[in-house]
């Protein structure tokens, strides 16, 4: 699964430590066992998009974060406003939760 969230750095964030603190987020997903990869893109300057593929259940709302996890987001958060946040799954997961309704 994917789970995408982007991020606005506030008016008085600074850039640098905006950058450092989505890479810390980062960092701390590609720790968690089941996560496959994390990565943080620039979408413009002032927004940034974070793409975390995990395994279902690893990452997330549905998932019990680490310390380092809660730090590197709570550190995110006093830099920006989470402006969207979404999680997309494979056609294989949709099909086996369709499949769950028959």
């Known amino acids: 699964m994917l789970h995408i969230g982007k991020y606005e ?8 430590a ?11 997903a ?12 620039w979408v413009n300057p002032n927004l ?10 690893v990452w997330g709302s549905d998932a019990d974060p680490s310390a380092e996890t809660m730090k590197a987001f ?7 406003n989470q402006v969207s946040n979404e999680i997309w799954m494979s056609a294989g997961v949709g099909e086996e939760r369709f499949n769950m309704t028959k």
């Open 9 to 16: 750095m506030r008016s008085d964030a600074d850039r640098d």
């Open 18 to 28: 905006f950058g450092h603190a989505a890479l810390a987020v980062c960092k701390a």
């Open 30 to 41: 590609k720790k968690v066992e089941g996560v496959n990869d994390a990565k943080f893109f």
């Open 48 to 57: 940034i998009g974070i793409i975390v593929d995990a395994e279902k259940g």
């Open 74 to 80: 709570f550190d995110l958060a006093d830099l920006s």
